[in-house]
Structure formats: structure tokens, C-alpha cells
């Protein structure tokens, strides 16, 4: 078994002062998980120090089981946690040469890829800076700065702001504001009934049951029919020509898919992915890991009716069922020629309750349905709207809300110059 550092030397046999270095690196340990995202307080701080001082420190295996069992609550945290021990504790000093971490230090068969998977917030975690604080900083003057970044006008630009135009920061902001979008869909009646007070119908099993009790039947029970919300179908297009898009999308699966029950997502390109199981995960690196491990057609070519050939023979009895929403985001550029895509367009529309196709090239004033796949989807679609930054998702979010017309009002325009030709 790998020895521990000698910093972190088992407290209570080697004096004092290394009880107090080891409890010192336990939090800024902790420190480091909770900037990579983890739910670390206080008190989890001063078990994990109980903890390690009733275990002793006879392995590295106990060590790290015995920082596991304080730190980790869920599995999605597990990958977050392995991750963080393996950099850290190769060097107690991580606060003060935290970018060394990430350079090659020792020769070990197979560390080098390790380094190289490490999750995307784990390493915003290490960078300098973070998690510091003013005691860690010495005996330095403190800068005054104003910060002025993402203010009430910034906030305001950056709700306007194309995906495509955004720098990385802001990037990181608008990923942070889509995290935290919730999806409210009517709910539905449904066929099943539950029990209420004052419900339209007689719950006669229910009755009855209650007549066989010693005093007898009192007052009929009766029932009202269960509301629910109805399944969520996200198709995404995840071609060349939605490459700059394809993240935020992403983002945006990831977070209605964990928000609400029965939301399906799939991608298409040159072929459709079941996509729903992956970003499922609550941790989203781990989920777009997964997604982008599972899909093959990355920044490819498009053929939209055959992906949707594909759903509506083998997905659409299975998730359209109960007065499913479809979200049907692409461009409608078809490189097949909008081969097919009418009359599976036709089908998808009638097996859904309603149909709203988000399309990045509708924020242009100037545009026009040109292309044979806009020309072939139009006709079947509920609503036509755009989706290129955060007003328009907020804008999706209250139409979803309230079921009503079409939101551009050039859509029955358009489809009034296709039927003339």
C-alpha cells in the first residue's frame, strides 16, 4: 500500500504540531470539494477530523474510506471525491503549488491518463485562487477591486446575447442560469383516480371497506381523476451546423431532465441516440461524459427523416403516450433533401399533443423558409420559435406554461405561401 505523506503523520504519536498539520490539510481539503461542487460544511470538516483520529492513519486505504464515509452522501459524488483524494494527497501543500498537481511529477504506469479524465470542475477547483483565503494569502495588503462583472444591466446583455457570441465567461454564466431553469408543464387528467373528499365518483371498493368496520358505513368515499404531468420529447440535432449550440442544449437536457419525471431526450445526426439514461446523472460532467461516450455522430452530417423514421418506428409508442410535448430543436438543414421528412414530419405530429420546433436561425429578422426541410416541417409543427440565448428559453418556459397559439406570427404566413406553390 501507498505510505501517506509524511505531513500527514497520525495525530496523537507524533506530537501536536502534526495532529494540527494534518487537521489543516483535512480543510483545505475539503475546501477543494466544495468548490468542485460537493456539500462539504463545517460540520462534516470536524467529523472528518474525529473520524481520522479515532481510525489512525495505519493505510492509505483507511485514510481515504475514512474521509469517504464523512465526505460522500450520494453515488453521483463518489467519482468527484476519488478524483480530488488521488491529487490532493500526493501532496499536502496543494494550496500553496496547487498547479503543480496537474503536471507530471513522478513516473507511474498510467498516472498521466488519470490526469487527463479529471472532471472539468474538479480542475476549475485546483486552479490558484480558489478556495483561498485571507490567512492563506500571508501577511499581504488586501486589494480593494470593485467587482462590476454580471451586474443588473450585464445581466440584462447577457439575457440577449447569442450562444454563438458569448466569451467563455459568459459561457459559464449563462450554463449556471440554465442549471437553474425549472420546466412548468400543465398538468394532465388521467385515466386513474385517487381518493377525495368531495371527488365526482364513488369509491365503492373503498365503501365498502369501510362498511365492514363496527360502525358501520358512515359516509361514501369517493374519488376524482389524477392529474399529472404529461412526458417531455426533446429531440436534439447535434450536426455541424448546430456545433455552437450543441452544449447549451445539452445543459438544458440536463437540467429539465432532473428537474421533472418522464422527460426523454435523444440527439441526432446521422442517426438517433437514446441520450435520457446518461443525463439522468444529477453530477453534470458525469452525464455529458457519459452522453458524448454513448453518441457517434458528433458535428456530422444531417438526415432528420431518418432520424425520425427511426423514433416513430421503435420510440414513440414508448414515450408519446399520455398527451406527450415534443421539443424538436434543429436548423432543418437535411443534406438527404428533405427525403421522407414530410410524412414522418405528419407522423410525429399526430402522435403528440403538441409540437414546437426550436430553430437557432429564426433569431435572424431576414429569415425565410428556403431549405426543403424547413418547407417539409412547417406544416406540422404547433409552434415555431427561436433558440439561440437565454430570453428565448425563458421565452419557451412561459409558452409551455399556457398553451396557446402560435408564438411567431409569420409561421401561418409561411405556411400560407407553401400551400400557393
Known sequence: MDALPPSAAEPGRNGRAGGDKLATNIVHFARTLRTAGLRVGPGQVLRAIEAVEAAGLRSRDDFYWTLHSVFVNRRDQREIFDQAFHVYWRNPRLLEKMMEMLLPQVGVPGEEDKRKQLSRRLQEA?????????????????????????????????????????????????????????????????????????????DFRASLRRALRPEGLIELRRREPRRRPPPLVILCDISGSMARYTRMFLHFMHAITNDRDRVFCFTFGTRLSNVTRALRNRDVDIALQKASAQVEDWSGGTRIGQALHEFNNRWSRRVLGQGAVVLLITDGLDREGAAGLAEEMERLHKSCSRLIWLNPLLRYGGYEPKSQGNKAMLPHVDEFRPVHNLESLAGLIAALDVRGHAADSRLSSWRTELRKE
Not at 458569448?166 to 459559464?172: F, K, L, R
Not at 425549472?182 to 385515466?191: A, D, G, K
Open 126 to 202: 485546483l486552479q490558484p485562487g480558489h478556495g483561498e483565503s485571507r490567512q492563506d494569502k500571508g501577511d499581504e495588503p488586501p486589494e480593494v477591486e470593485v467587482e462590476a462583472t454580471f451586474t443588473v444591466s450585464d445581466r440584462e446583455v447577457l439575457q440577449h446575447r447569442d450562444f454563438e457570441q458569448m466569451t467563455q465567461a459568459e459561457i459559464d454564466e449563462a450554463l449556471r442560469a440554465i442549471s437553474r431553469l425549472r420546466l412548468p408543464v400543465p398538468e394532465r387528467r388521467t385515466r386513474r383516480h385517487r381518493p377525495a373528499r368531495r371527488g365526482p365518483r364513488v
